[in-house]
């Protein structure tokens, strides 16, 4: 099992243990928090001493935020970086096919059904259903397509209604991340919004103060069974029981998240 | 000319429904032995219930030809991402709307395009907001997959809509334009639409029985319209009203966050984009969809509401434009357009 840390900037590699022979770096959820190439740079430094690999982490992009990844894939290029880039929308995929980097599904792309209010009703359903809650959208055809375009490896969350890989024999490892799952994710940022009170309508904010690096908002509801963590533009649940997750050894990779709860060293998104 | 695309649920809506003004139509099927045997929130349209789909593919072939013979498209909705169990039927669904005789599907799983695209001389292939088209490489990523219409997601600005779309002339785009704003971006989004209902009798009542739902139909549109509201505060994570804390290490900053504002079913459902009409054509959109297939909206209304603005084009400038949209607003509705409605708000 390879254990891999991921940061969204520099100073949480503080993070970083010897266990982790990768480092995942960047956001998949907001476009303030794609890297700087300079900072690109300086932890390239940090992995290549360490003889670490790298994932970049690659969100969904508009057409301004493609041209900051095309900088940074630029860079691994002219530093001759062997990295993954971890594909969460499919322009990024497009742009990326011109760079020498593998291709990794993201989590964004890869779909589950993670509301825990399924767990309320899991037992009461259908077997055949059941299994839809707890499987990945994957099908042939879809797998024919990954296959095609060379994406052998595909990231999933943990899920607490368990998690079934299938049996159909794909040629597929899979990531988990640990120990937080998102569950959805907005460009209305409701955290930018608390930050900017008066606020009474979410919008899109093109110019963000990063208060969401320092801090998090748990939000809880009587019909919620767990309770859920706003961070930034996404919301997240926390699944700490990874052992029943891990007992299928296409599971390969396990990355791990910092606490959100640390103050100034923990919050990743 | 910006054409309307109108969801329906019902063949007896669509005579009055093009009347109103749509140029297009789309709806799904959910049979009721599906249902039965698998449940509603298996749907493979993600409108897991009754009455936003069609009861049966019979009454699909007999929709589309009262629509063909009023030269109207009909589109049809699978725009869930499958699993390998659900492929199957997927497949058999494919094959049963194609000979109904449907025009295009709406999709979103790669797999399903793939699969699509054995019937290109038959149908087209448009892609719907779960596809999350935010970038002009994602419209041409689909394009090249067969793709022949791109429905944007809702969170994109106008400026960034007009950019997506200069990019590419051979393909169409269509944009969300009247109720159900999402909070979250629909592709990426994971949230249950119907586990709760499953524990609230209310719901239930209304929700998993093809005789129900015609009692539901006939209730006045105020009445059906509270019960959902009431229905997705309780049962869409997303409407709730969530208690907030926010926790900044070991300080805990209490009073501040009130998320009631955010995660409103009101400014969801009433959503409307209107105003941005004339933007939205000089950005070359040539299609603008009214979200909502289920029944307590009045989609003839709506319908007629977006006709009539769109006969303004040309017409009226800029801000005329949207204070006459405004009154046409208040003429339809009877109520005043706010601006937390705002599908494409000006000011970002």
Not at chain 1, 148 to 166: A, S, V
Not at chain 1, 205 to 234: A, E, S, W
Not at chain 2, 160 to 188: A, Q, T, V, W
């Amino acid at each position: 099992m390879e254990s891999c840390i991921l940061i969204t900037r520099l100073d949480l590699l503080n993070y970083w243990k010897k266990d982790y022979k990768r480092v995942y770096f960047g956001s998949e959820f907001c476009s303030h928090l794609i890297p700087e190439k300079e900072d690109l740079n300086m932890l390239l430094d940090f992995v290549q001493k360490r003889d670490l690999s790298l994932s970049l982490v690659s969100g969904y992009a508009t057409n301004r935020e493609i041209k900051k990844y095309e900088g940074l894939l630029e860079i691994l290029i002219k530093r001759k970086i062997n990295a993954e880039l971890i594909i969460n929308d499919w322009g990024v995929f497009e742009l990326s096919r011109n760079f020498a980097v593998i291709p990794v599904l993201g989590r964004l792309l890869t779909r589950q059904k993670k509301d825990p209010q399924i767990l309320k009703i899991f037992n009461k359903l259908p077997a055949i259903t059941k299994k839809r809650y707890q499987a990945i959208a994957l099908n042939e055809n879809f797998y024919e397509f990954l296959k095609e375009k060379g994406i052998k490896r595909i990231e999933i969350d943990n899920l607490f209604q368990g998690i079934d890989l299938g049996d159909m024999g794909y040629d597929l490892s899979f990531s988990l991340y640990t120990p937080y799952a998102y569950l959805t994710t907005t460009r209305l940022c409701p955290s930018n919004a608390i930050n900017n009170r008066p606020a009474k309508a979410l919008k899109i904010p093109f110019t963000c103060t990063k208060d969401c690096q320092d801090r998090h908002i748990v939000i809880r509801h009587v019909n919620m069974p767990y309770l859920l963590i706003l961070k930034g533009n996404t919301i997240f649940y926390r699944q700490d029981s990874i052992d029943e997750a891990c007992k299928d050894k296409r599971i390969d990779r396990l990355i791990f998240q910092p606490s959100f709860a640390e103050k100034g060293k923990g919050q990743c998104f | 000319m910006i054409k309307i695309v109108s969801p329906i649920t019902n063949i007896s809506e669509v005579d009055p429904l093009i009347d109103a003004g749509a140029s297009e139509l789309y709806c799904g099927v959910i049979t009721g032995q599906e249902n039965k045997s698998l449940t509603s929130i298996y749907c493979l349209n993600r409108r897991p219930s009754l009455f936003s789909n069609l009861p049966s593919f019979k009454e699909l072939e007999a929709l589309v030809k009262k629509a063909k013979m009023r030269k109207v498209k009909v589109s049809f909705t699978l725009n869930e991402f499958y699993t390998e169990d659900q492929f199957e039927n997927v497949k058999d669904q494919v094959k049963k709307a194609i000979d109904c005789g449907i025009d295009a599907f709406i999709a979103a799983d790669l797999g399903l395009i793939k699969e699509l695209q054995k019937y290109k001389d038959r149908v087209e292939i448009h892609v719907g907001v779960g596809a999350t088209t935010f970038n002009a490489d994602t419209a041409g990523f689909y394009q090249r997959m067969g793709v022949r219409r791109i429905i944007l997601p809702r969170q994109l600005t106008l400026d960034e809509i007009g950019e997506i779309c200069s990019k590419d002339e051979n393909l169409e785009f269509e944009c969300l334009i009247l109720n159900e704003r999402c909070h979250f971006i629909d592709g990426y989004c994971n949230f249950l639409h119907s586990a709760f209902s499953y524990q609230n009798p209310l719901l239930n009542l209304f929700k998993y029985d093809r005789f129900r739902s015609k009692i539901w139909q006939l209730l006045p549109a105020a009445i059906s319209k509270m019960i959902h509201v009431y229905g997705m505060k309780k049962e869409i994570a997303c409407c709730f009203n969530y208690k907030a804390e926010i926790n900044a290490g070991t300080a805990l900053l209490k009073n501040r966050p009130s998320l009631d504002n955010f995660f409103n079913a009101d400014t969801f459902l009433n959503a409307c984009g209107a105003c941005s009409l004339q933007a939205l054509d000089k950005a070359q959109i040539s299609f603008v969809k009214i979200v909502g297939r289920v029944s307590f909206k009045n989609k003839v209304k709506d319908v007629a509401f977006i006709a009539r603005c769109l006969k303004l084009l040309g017409k009226e400038n800029g801000a005329d434009f949207c204070h006459v949209v405004e009154d046409i607003y208040r003429q339809t509705y009877k109520t005043y357009c706010c601006k937390s409605y705002c599908y494409y708000p000006k000011e970002q």
